[in-house]
């Protein structure tokens, strides 16, 4: 560029220096000009509405309803009064920059009652004015011996630096020797060579924050000795940065300690002086000139109880660490491969707290203590923080409650990472997920065998394919082993080859209890000595406290507060360091769900679950016919992660279904039975017989009627048409037999017997000559021993095992292979029935299956289908039999036309 236009640049720049700075002195001249008075007004009348009791008078009518302001800004403005600029300028509140700028002193001069007066307002304009907890106060009255600050020592603890006012040399002297290890503390282990203050450190962590430290001091420099003097200095100089202030009156009449430097307090601040008429004026760039009317301590029946509010607030706040603090701010950065790691709390120093599984020997936990110690929050705290650090594809979860709701929101909110979920379950289901994990070790065990590497980690790192760690969180667990039963046992056996084997391919075990200790410690002993992390809340009974931590580690009985818990990931050995969990409120979690289902950006697979108390929904889906001639009856919906329960009758011995318990669900059980039969085959292929028994009265009269639309025949008999109807079908079964096919039945449809009340079926129940079954009996006992292999299949409901005993004989039961029973046995009938006692204790909505070939003890627990389901569906099945009955007749129409 020639020389020529770097003149003119340089010049062209000159003159719109110089004109933009003859504008600013054009502004700050008339910055002060009654012209801007009137838009002035407005906005000091809306932000000391917004902020009262920051900027309002202690005297305004909005005091009589002071309530601590959770959400309250930090205070880097501090009122001490009413500025008056002259005629025509509205009153205005004089805030003095404060938390980020400096000190605050005041010059008593000849006031030195008002001087101390306005010192105890804008202490108590501290306390009530800023969040809870945001500030400490250093007390020093030498001069006054504690006079002047009493009112302060209603103040908690926790908002307290020392024990009480410092009143001699020596109180203030150690006073400030507290307040220079503070500054000390935090220069060497927060703000480091990180941050440039305490401001900036407090909006990066994640752990608690430090709150500022404000020393009042009442008449300096009465009372304080040359050391404290070289002491404050300190303080005046290093506190600013690490969030140490000074409020403090000066009596500049006293002389200062020796080798005080005058100007180490007052450079980096605001000072006020009282005139000799007793007006107040600051050193302000901008509002120097004014007068300030010095706010002054309100009395102490109006002041007390604001303190007192500040208090409780700040007590409660002390005891929360909000969520917030610590949520992950980097979603989905997470990585896996070496192990699971999220914050979530804070330990004894401040610092944060994290829970670590996977690495170092940490791969499973134990979690317990007292009710409401902050076990479930808790677990919510940990669900949220995984869930925002890491991708689905990196992390699945398996959440199951034995006894509350508390998982309930993962579901309905969709949480991407579920792939079970479920509360208040059964213990079935909960049995079924450890299956489910376990088969899971296999799977992957094969892949690493594949890959020819031995775990996870090395898995990812050879193949380049993400497994995803897999994590199980149990509550309640304890109500697996409630019972001493098959269940039980493989529960354990599940858990201890999970604890053993699960670790090395990513799959871990978290276990909570409020019941950790007696039998069930002792049953799980394999399971606890694999869990190197125990988390321990709050328990009073050190038995708790060493079920959870260990023998003789009774550490846990000294928590008292909700939320605290003892950390410990050496299997309870060793120290025992408490940490503070964060606190996630109901609404904020429901709100993170939503955000990181929408952070997915796709639907990801819904969870296997199981809802306790919604009714079953009769919805089958078939695949398509089952080979063979077999026919499935959908029964319930099963406990367990897998399809519904369903009974298989082939052409085979003993292919009958005997449903015993209660009516509604005893008739459900047959009806669900038949609808199942008619999905599956077409008119031709299944025929079915209804034997009916009940009053005219009765609510279940005419229960079988919508199956009569159905296209498929259905034969409704009653008390005085069931002997024919068993005359018929058995006449059907010798026909068969002796037929070309004999007992295979060629080509002839599947028929089912359907006896809705075999106790209410007299001829049935009646005794021949010597005791012998009666005449009805005896064909009936031949249809279910000789049906199933020519394609005739019993589906018979009683009420209990005795009559099922008296009408088809304990020969004749034996030819029911399929049996499902609902609650209403003692466990002798129960056990006679299923070879478990298990039926004795169901609920009325739950029932058990089993086939008579599988193994002993082996039965399946189910919840029957609701009866409205099954009408819903029957109804839907015979209108759209009709609907394509009448698009085939229209076709055959259209063709004979053409």
């Not at 309002?56 to 009064?81: C, E, I, S």
């Not at 409660?316 to 070496?338: E, H, K, M, N, V």
């Not at 709050?538 to 939320?563: F, H, K, M, W, Y």
């Amino acid at each position: 560029m020639p020389v020529e236009a770097i003149d003119r640049e340089l010049h062209d720049a000159y003159l719109r220096l110089a004109s933009s700075a003859a504008a600013a002195r054009y502004q700050q001249r008339h910055f002060l000009d009654g012209q801007t008075a009137g838009p002035l007004a407005g906005a000091v009348t809306a932000l000391t509405a917004a902020h009262p009791w920051a900027l309002d008078g202690f005297d305004a009518a909005a005091w009589a309803a002071y309530r601590p302001d959770p959400q309250a800004p930090p205070p880097d403005g501090l009122r001490v009064g009413v500025l008056r600029m002259g005629e025509g300028w509205p009153v205005t509140p004089a805030v003095a920059r404060f938390a980020g700028h400096g000190h605050l002193l005041i010059s008593e001069h000849e006031s030195a009652d008002r001087a101390r007066s306005l010192l105890q307002a804008l202490t108590l304009r501290l306390a009530t004015a800023t969040r809870p907890g945001t500030v400490r106060f250093a007390l020093a009255d030498p001069v006054g011996q504690g006079r002047h600050l009493s009112a302060f020592l209603r103040l908690p603890a926790q908002l307290r630096v020392g024990t009480g006012v410092a009143a001699s040399p020596a109180e203030t002297e150690a006073l400030l020797a507290t307040l220079t290890r503070h500054v000390v503390e935090v220069t060497q282990t927060r703000l480091t060579n990180v941050y440039d203050s305490v401001e900036a450190y407090n909006e990066a962590t994640t752990g608690a924050t430090v709150p500022y430290h404000v020393l009042v001091l009442a008449g300096y420099p009465a009372g304080v000795s040359d050391q404290a003097a070289e002491l404050l200095g300190r303080l005046a100089r290093n506190g600013p940065r690490n969030g140490l202030y000074i409020i403090a009156t000066v009596d500049p009449g006293l002389p200062m300690p020796r080798g005080f430097d005058p100007a180490a307090p007052t450079a980096p601040g605001t000072t006020l002086r009282f005139a000799s008429g007793g007006e107040l004026t600051w050193d302000d760039p901008h509002f120097g000139p004014g007068v300030i009317e010095p706010d002054q301590m309100p009395a102490a029946a109006r002041a007390n109880p604001w303190l007192d509010a500040v208090g409780a607030a700040a007590g409660s706040a002390s005891r929360d660490l909000p969520f917030g603090r610590i949520a992950a701010s980097q979603r989905w950065a997470g990585d896996s491969t070496d192990g699971l790691d999220v914050q979530i709390g804070v330990d004894s120093k401040g610092e944060p707290q994290h829970f670590m599984m996977g690495a170092r020997g940490v791969h499973h936990g134990l979690v317990g203590g007292d009710v409401r110690m902050g076990k479930t929050n808790l677990l919510h705290v940990l669900i949220c923080q995984l869930a925002l650090r890491y991708r689905p594809e990196e992390l699945e979860l398996y959440l199951l409650d034995f006894k509350e709701v508390e998982f309930d929101a993962y579901l309905t909110e969709r949480l991407p990472h579920a792939r079970a979920i479920t509360s208040r379950t059964d213990r079935e289901f909960g049995l079924s997920m450890l299956r489910r994990f376990h088969d899971e070790i296999d799977r992957r065990a094969r892949l690493c065998r594949e890959a020819k590497v031995t775990d996870l980690p090395d898995y990812r790192r050879a193949t380049g394919r993400v497994l995803p760690r897999a994590l199980v969180i149990m509550d309640e667990f304890q109500v697996l082993f409630s019972e001493e039963d098959r269940l039980a046992r493989e529960a354990g056996r599940l858990l201890a080859d999970i604890s053993k084997r699960g670790a090395a391919f990513g799959l871990h075990l978290l276990l909570a209890t409020q019941s950790p200790g007696g039998p069930l410690a002792a049953y799980l002993r394999p399971v606890y000595e694999q869990m190197a992390l125990r988390i321990a809340l709050g328990c009073t009974q050190p038995t708790v406290s060493q079920a959870i931590l260990g023998e003789g580690n009774d550490a846990a009985t000294r928590l008292v507060r909700a939320g605290d818990a003892i950390y410990n990931d050496r299997r309870g050995e060793g120290a025992n360091p408490v940490m503070r969990i964060a606190m996630l409120p109901t609404r904020e979690r429901l709100s993170l769900i939503g955000d990181i289902r929408a952070q997915a950006g796709r639907e990801y697979p819904p969870p296997a679950s199981f809802d306790p108390d919604a009714p079953a929904v009769f919805a089958p889906e078939p695949a398509g016919p089952v080979p063979g001639h077999a026919v499935q009856a959908w029964l319930g919906e099963a406990i367990e992660i897998k399809p519904a329960t369903t009974a298989t009758f082939e052409r085979y011995v003993r292919s009958n279904l005997l449903v015993v318990g209660q009516e509604e669900h005893g008739h459900g059980l047959l009806l669900a039975t038949l609808l199942s039969a008619a999905v599956q085959r077409s008119p031709a292929q299944v025929r079915f017989t209804v034997a009916e028994f009940t009053r005219p009265s009765s609510a279940f009269h005419g229960f079988f009627a919508p199956a009569e639309n159905l296209p498929h025949e259905v034969r409704i008999a009653d008390r005085r048409t069931a002997d024919e109807a068993l005359d018929e079908l058995i006449d059907d079964l010798e026909a068969r037999l002796a037929g070309p096919d004999g007992a295979d039945g060629g080509a002839q449809p599947e028929r089912f017997f359907l006896i809705a009340g075999l106790h209410r079926w007299h001829e049935l129940l009646a005794e021949g000559d010597y005791g012998r079954p009666s005449e009805t009996s005896a064909r009936l006992v031949r249809l279910a021993a000789e049906g199933p292999d020519a394609g005739i299949h019993v589906v018979a409901w009683t009420d209990g095992y005795v009559t099922a005993e008296r009408a088809l004989r304990r020969a004749g039961i034996g030819y029911f292979g399929l049996r499902a029973v609902l609650r209403v046995l003692s466990p002798a009938e129960s056990d006679a029935l299923l070879g478990v006692s298990a039926a004795a204790s169901l609920d009325d909505d739950r029932a058990l299956y089993r086939d008579t070939e599988w193994p002993a003890e082996q039965v399946e627990k189910f919840k029957p289908y609701s009866v409205a389901s099954l009408y819903a569906f029957a109804q839907r099945l015979a209108s759209a039999e009709q609907t394509n009955g009448q698009e085939t007749k229209a076709q055959e129409t259209n063709g004979s036309l053409t």
